[in-house]
């Protein structure tokens, strides 16, 4: 965040994945000819799990409280958000997501702990943990029952010596005054990373 009061994460995930390369901007993404579908489920002070179940849905292509549906249903769906509940109703539907052959990608947690953190601890949902430019899993990521680890950055370190944190630079989004979100750059660090 910007200013540390951002309540969107999907902002600078969406431009690790696909932030657009060779104009001379910014970052480039990994897959910077992915498209993406850009959806918020939580504001500001944070939300329900209702309004994320409808979120996956929609993405998904399932019948959702809005009435409609995507030209196209998601191949993969990230989840940057984590609570410590356990919802039977989300475990069915990323089930349902899961049969329909969608990819459920959640961050495990920033929370350095091996508890469970939802949706990354549903069944059917691959969970990812953090590691640091050295490799090594990142101080603040959860561990346990995770399936994967990739670079979250650590902003603590400065390890390769360039003089700038070690976290993972991408786009960011500060919604903590009116209007649209004022879009910049900088370094974040955590398993959404």
Do not use: K
């Amino acid at each position: 965040a910007l200013a540390g009061t951002s309540s969107c994460p999907g902002t600078p995930v969406a431009g690790t994945v696909a932030a657009s390369s060779n104009n001379g901007e910014g970052v480039a993404g990994v897959a910077w000819g992915a498209r993406l579908m850009p959806l918020r489920a939580l504001g500001v002070d944070g939300g329900s799990s209702f309004y994320v179940i409808q979120a996956v849905r929609f993405a998904a292509g399932l019948t959702n409280d809005s009435g409609t549906l995507p030209a196209q249903p998601a191949d993969i769906i990230n989840l940057s958000l984590g609570s410590p509940f356990f919802s039977q109703a989300s475990q069915n539907l990323y089930t349902e997501v899961r049969n329909r052959g969608v990819i459920v990608i959640a961050s495990a947690g920033n929370e350095a702990t091996s508890a469970p953190n939802y949706p990354a601890a549903y069944n059917g949902v691959v969970s990812v943990s953090a590691t640091t430019i050295s490799g090594t899993l990142a101080p603040y990521s959860n561990f346990g029952a995770v399936d994967a680890a990739a670079p979250g950055g650590f902003n603590g370190t400065d390890e390769n010596g360039d003089g700038f944190a070690d976290g993972v630079v991408s786009v960011l989004g500060d919604d903590s005054n009116p209007g649209p979100a004022q879009l910049g750059y900088g370094a974040l660090s955590g398993t959404s990373m």
